[in-house]
């Protein structure tokens, strides 16, 4: 049973005092709104990625991709199970299938995952994950120190630039048996500086981060959707989105819905956006940008340095 999308869409210039107003007894306000979006898309049919062929192409057996949005690879050699890969495309600001989220890709995955780039004409990898932490593998590296063939594919590194909190990559692809195949170019930004267990820490990184994806999305102009992926392409995957979504909306004047973003997002994605924590933060975001533009004041809004989002739950 779905919930109802009883959306509440408001100006950036009441922002301060709706958010002050859901963050008090203890943010119940952000509480109650994330309630209703717990089930919501829950109850949607992932028959083919329960498949017995498919099990092992997801990284986490818990999330799978609902069918009706799920990314859909062209067959090898009429083989069911080679169209299938853990990614779905979700809606943004510019319209339907704007992204796509997906996994983190597996060493068995790779070749599909550089197909998916390939067949769906993708410019931009967005990457939110560090490959390991505290020991454990949260994606496996799945582009070249150099160069390196994944599947009929041959994908280049061309440049990398490290920053304190992202690193910048450019690379490219080319199909090795089409000689009359362009090479395409391919820029992934890697987000390094948000823990698998929480947020960034502070709204201001993860801004400038997203302006810097935009930026490269608008100066590319790729004929595809953009890849996302953490670990398992739901949490920090959502929340970005969320984000992106509502950038958008704040540059271009309009109202800014984040609760129906997430809505929306669920009904194409399982668990997209994970954690009450995450939601916080995005309205932090928010926030914290409109203070930035100056469409919102410190004074209208009293405690913004006190409004920490709480540390709940986990995300990947």
Same mark, same amino acid.
């Given at each position: ?9 408001f ?10 107003m859901?963050?008090?007894d ?14 919501v898309?829950?109850d ?7 498949l017995?062929?498919?099990t ?5 057996s ?15 050699d009429?083989k069911?199970?080679?169209?299938y ?15 796509i989220?997906?996994?983190a ?40 120190s150099?160069?390196?063939?994944y599947?009929p ?6 440049s ?8 910048i990559?450019?690379?490219t692809?080319?199909r ?14 890697h &987000?390094?500086?948000?823990? $698998?267990?929480?947020? /960034?820490?502070?709204? +201001? =990184?993860?801004?400038?981060?997203a302006?810097?994806v ?15 992926h ?29 609760f129906?973003?997430v809505y929306?997002m669920?009904?194409?994605?399982y ?9 916080i ?19 209208? &809004?009293?405690?913004y340095? $006190?409004?920490?989002? /709480?540390?709940?739950? +986990? =995300?990947?």
């Amino acid at each position: 049973m779905e919930a109802s999308n009883s959306s509440n869409p408001f100006s950036i210039y009441n922002f301060p005092e709706i958010f002050n107003m859901k963050h008090k007894d203890e943010y119940n306000g952000f509480l109650q709104e994330f309630k209703v979006l717990t089930d919501v898309g829950n109850d949607q049919p992932k028959v083919e990625a329960e498949l017995p062929a498919n099990t092992m192409k997801n990284r986490y057996s818990y999330i799978l991709p609902y069918d009706h949005s799920r990314v859909k690879l062209t067959l090898i050699d009429g083989k069911q199970d080679s169209g299938y890969i853990n990614a779905n495309y979700i809606q943004g600001f510019s319209g339907a299938n704007e992204y796509i989220a997906t996994q983190a890709p597996m060493p068995a995955t790779f070749d599909d995952f550089w197909r998916m780039v390939w067949e769906k004409e993708v410019r931009i990898i967005v990457m939110l994950t560090v490959c390991e932490e505290h020991g454990k593998v949260l994606c496996d590296q799945y582009w070249p120190s150099e160069t390196a063939a994944y599947g009929p594919f041959t994908v280049q590194k061309v440049s990398e630039v490290i920053c304190k909190e992202w690193t910048i990559r450019h690379l490219t692809i080319n199909r090795l048996k089409d000689v009359d195949s362009p090479v395409r170019h391919i820029s992934q930004l890697h &987000y390094t500086a948000w823990p $698998d267990r929480g947020i /960034p820490h502070n709204p +201001s =990184s993860l801004i400038t981060f997203a302006e810097l994806v935009r930026e490269e999305i608008q100066i590319t102009k790729g004929p595809g959707p953009t890849v996302l992926h953490c670990s398992a392409g739901v949490g920090r995957t959502g929340t970005f989105i969320a984000l992106d979504v509502s950038l958008q909306q704040l540059k271009a004047g309009y109202c800014i819905d984040i609760f129906h973003t997430v809505y929306q997002m669920r009904l194409s994605r399982y668990l997209m956006l994970q954690t009450l924590e995450q939601y916080i933060f995005v309205h932090r975001c928010i926030l914290e940008k409109s203070l930035q533009k100056g469409q919102a004041t410190k004074h209208n &809004y009293g405690s913004y340095e $006190d409004a920490h989002s /709480p540390g709940l739950g +986990s =995300s990947q």
